[in-house]
């Protein structure tokens, strides 16, 4: 996740630092300003995750667009 959440212009900007991510013990929040930037930190994630053999259960992941 370090690999994910350290890169520029990724998440939203609030009281001027940027937030991409939200963590509660075993979910992870991740954050972006649109749909396909959001498609590719998830992307990126999965991809990092099964390197250290993690996976993502697709039937509990949930998109929320505001």
Do not use: C
């Not at 992307?43 to 992941?61: C, I, P, Q």
Request: glycine letters at 4%.
């Amino acid at each position: 996740m370090d690999k994910i959440k350290n890169r520029e212009n990724s998440g939203v900007s609030v009281h001027s630092n940027r937030v991409n991510n939200l963590r509660f013990a075993d979910d992870i929040d991740i954050i972006e300003q649109s749909k396909e930037k959001l498609q590719d930190t998830v992307d990126k994630l999965h991809t990092e995750s099964e390197r250290y053999g993690m996976h993502t259960n697709a039937v509990k992941t949930k998109t929320m667009v505001f």
